[in-house]
């Protein structure tokens, strides 16, 4: 899996984890290679992939840097209202 769509989507590892239903450092080990996502969480996984990469097509990602220190979630939640539980 590639996981560049974390820092694509102008992401952090915990606010991706979250999407997931995962820690940081879950991800962080995906994200280095050491582990791969268990079986019943690779659909999710891919889920939130496809998501974040529509969201950045459509250019509604990533959030502007002048912005991002406070608008990630809330950008994220304008951009899918359900994408958590659409992920879950």
Known sequence: MDFSIIERAGLTQLQFGKLVGVSRVTVNTWVKGRFKPRSDLRARVAKATRLLDAAIIAGQLPVPAIAH?????HRLA???????????
């Open 78 to 88: 304008l951009v899918y209202k359900d994408l958590v539980s659409a992920v879950s």
């Open 69 to 73: 220190s406070t608008r990630v979630e």
